[in-house]
C-alpha cells in the first residue's frame, strides 16, 4: 500500500511537471499509467484520469503567470471563447458515449487516439507564432468545429485537450506556443468540467469516492509537479520537447493497445 502510495504521488508530480511545462493535463501519460501500473478498469481510469487532469489544469494556469502574464490572456479571450462554443458540445457528447462502451472498445480508442496526438504533436514541434492560416468568418467556424472535436477527444480519453488544443492556437490563430499552453488551459477547464458533470450523472462516477486515498496523494503529487513545471516553463524549448513527447504517446498506445 505504502509503495503504491509513493508511485502515485511521484507519478502525479512527474506528470504534473510535464503538464505544467506545455500547457496540458497530462492525461496522456497518466492515463497509460492508470490502467498498466495501477490495474484500473478502462471506464474507471478515464474518470479518475479526468479528475487528476482538472487538478493539473486549474493549477497550472497561475504556475504559469509568472511567465505568460494574466493580462495576455486575457486579451486573447475571443480565441477562447471561439473554440468553447464547439468544445463544451463535444464534452457533453464524448462522456456520454464513453460511459456506453465497453472496456475493451475504450482501450483500443485511446491507444488510437493516443496515436493521433502523437502525430499531431510530432507535426507541430517547430510551430512558432505567425499569421493565422484563416482569418474572419472562416477562422471562427473552423474554431468551433475543432473545439468540438477535442472535446470528444477530451471526455473520450479524460484529457484536457491541450495536446490538440496547443497546435490549433499555433496553426489556425497564430499563437506563441508558450502563449497557446496558457489558452489551452484557459479553454481545457471549462470544457473538462462539463465533461465531468456529465460522467456525474452515471454509476460509474462512484470510483472516485471508493479511491479518495488514491486520488488525493495523486492530487497532491500533480500539485506539486505543476508548480515545478511552472518555474521550468521558458527554460526547456519546446521545440525539444515536444517530439519526446510524441515518442512518450507512442509508448504509451502500445501499451493500452495490448491491455487484457
Same mark, same amino acid.
Given at each position: +500500500?505504502?509503495?503504491?502510495?509513493?508511485?502515485?504521488?511521484?507519478?502525479?508530480?512527474? $506528470?504534473?511537471?510535464?503538464?505544467?511545462?506545455?500547457?496540458?493535463?497530462?492525461? *496522456?501519460?497518466?492515463?497509460? %499509467?492508470?490502467?498498466?501500473?495501477?490495474?484500473?478498469? #478502462?471506464?474507471?481510469?478515464? /474518470?479518475?484520469? @479526468?479528475? +487528476?487532469?482538472?487538478?493539473?489544469?486549474?493549477?497550472? %494556469?497561475?504556475?504559469?503567470? #509568472?511567465?505568460?502574464?494574466?493580462?495576455?490572456?486575457?486579451?486573447?479571450?475571443?480565441?477562447?471563447?471561439?473554440? %468553447?462554443?464547439?468544445?463544451?458540445?463535444?464534452?457533453?457528447?464524448?462522456?456520454?458515449?464513453?460511459?456506453?462502451?465497453?472496456? *475493451?472498445?475504450?482501450?483500443?480508442?485511446?491507444? $488510437?487516439?493516443?496515436?493521433?496526438?502523437?502525430?499531431?504533436?510530432?507535426?507541430?514541434?517547430?510551430?512558432?507564432?505567425? &499569421?493565422?492560416?484563416?482569418?474572419?468568418?472562416? &477562422? $471562427? $467556424?473552423?474554431?468551433? /468545429?475543432?473545439?468540438?472535436?477535442?472535446?470528444?477527444?477530451?471526455?473520450?480519453?479524460?484529457?484536457?485537450?491541450? *495536446?490538440?488544443?496547443?497546435?490549433?492556437?499555433?496553426?489556425?490563430?497564430?499563437?506563441?506556443? @508558450?502563449?497557446?499552453?496558457?489558452?489551452?488551459?484557459?479553454?481545457?477547464?471549462?470544457? +473538462?468540467?462539463?465533461?465531468?458533470?456529465?460522467?456525474? &450523472?452515471? &454509476?460509474?462516477?462512484?470510483?472516485?469516492?471508493?479511491?479518495?486515498?488514491?486520488?488525493?496523494? +495523486?492530487?497532491?503529487?500533480?500539485?506539486? #509537479?505543476?508548480?515545478?513545471?511552472? !518555474?521550468?516553463?521558458?527554460?526547456?524549448?519546446?521545440?525539444?520537447?515536444?517530439? %519526446?513527447?510524441?515518442?512518450?504517446?507512442?509508448?504509451?498506445?502500445? @501499451?493500452?493497445? !495490448?491491455? @487484457?
Amino acid at each position: +500500500m505504502r509503495a503504491n502510495k509513493l508511485a502515485a504521488f511521484f507519478g502525479g508530480a512527474l $506528470i504534473g511537471t510535464l503538464g505544467g511545462l506545455i500547457g496540458l493535463g497530462g492525461a *496522456e501519460f497518466r492515463l497509460p %499509467l492508470l490502467i498498466s501500473l495501477f490495474g484500473f478498469p #478502462g471506464l474507471e481510469a478515464v /474518470i479518475l484520469n @479526468k479528475t +487528476m487532469s482538472l487538478v493539473v489544469v486549474a493549477t497550472a %494556469l497561475p504556475f504559469r503567470a #509568472g511567465t505568460v502574464p494574466w493580462d495576455l490572456v486575457l486579451t486573447h479571450w475571443p480565441v477562447v471563447v471561439n473554440l %468553447l462554443a464547439g468544445s463544451l458540445l463535444g464534452a457533453w457528447f464524448g462522456a456520454g458515449w464513453a460511459t456506453r462502451l465497453r472496456s *475493451e472498445s475504450l482501450y483500443r480508442i485511446i491507444a $488510437i487516439m493516443l496515436v493521433a496526438i502523437a502525430a499531431v504533436l510530432f507535426l507541430a514541434h517547430d510551430a512558432t507564432a505567425g &499569421q493565422p492560416l484563416v482569418t474572419g468568418s472562416l &477562422q $471562427i $467556424i473552423a474554431g468551433v /468545429i475543432a473545439g468540438f472535436v477535442i472535446g470528444i477527444v477530451a471526455a473520450l480519453l479524460g484529457v484536457a485537450g491541450g *495536446e490538440l488544443l496547443i497546435p490549433t492556437l499555433v496553426l489556425l490563430f497564430g499563437a506563441d506556443i @508558450k502563449l497557446a499552453g496558457s489558452l489551452s488551459l484557459a479553454v481545457s477547464l471549462p470544457t +473538462m468540467l462539463v465533461g465531468f458533470a456529465r460522467y456525474s &450523472q452515471d &454509476q460509474s462516477f462512484s470510483t472516485i469516492r471508493r479511491n479518495s486515498t488514491f486520488v488525493l496523494v +495523486m492530487a497532491a503529487g500533480s500539485i506539486v #509537479g505543476t508548480f515545478i513545471g511552472g !518555474r521550468l516553463l521558458g527554460i526547456v524549448p519546446s521545440y525539444v520537447l515536444l517530439p %519526446l513527447l510524441a515518442i512518450i504517446l507512442l509508448l504509451s498506445a502500445l @501499451k493500452v493497445w !495490448r491491455h @487484457k
